[in-house]
């Protein structure tokens, strides 16, 4: 089991979690997956060989970035509130 396996697995989780909801965790998702894309194409023309890997990776990071994006909007809501 390798570190990406385990951020599939919190990927679809948060995926799960915010299933109904426009979120940025689904931005984060859409634009991982089109910046993967695109490095997966610029490397199609230099190695002459097509690589899903970086489609996975970048929609797991952006995934990823999306929660943490969610979460600070979150967190300074709370402190508004606070004061």
Sequence with gaps: MNIWTIFGIITIT???LFWNK???VWGGLTIGAIIGL?????????????DWAFIKKGAIL???A???AKLLGKISDFIKKKK
């Design 38 to 50: 695109i490095i997966a194409i610029v490397y199609l023309f230099k190695d002459n060989s097509f």
């Design 14 to 16: 948060l995926l799960m």
């Design 62 to 64: 952006g995934t990823i």
């Design 22 to 24: 426009k979120s940025a």
């Design 66 to 68: 999306g929660f943490f």
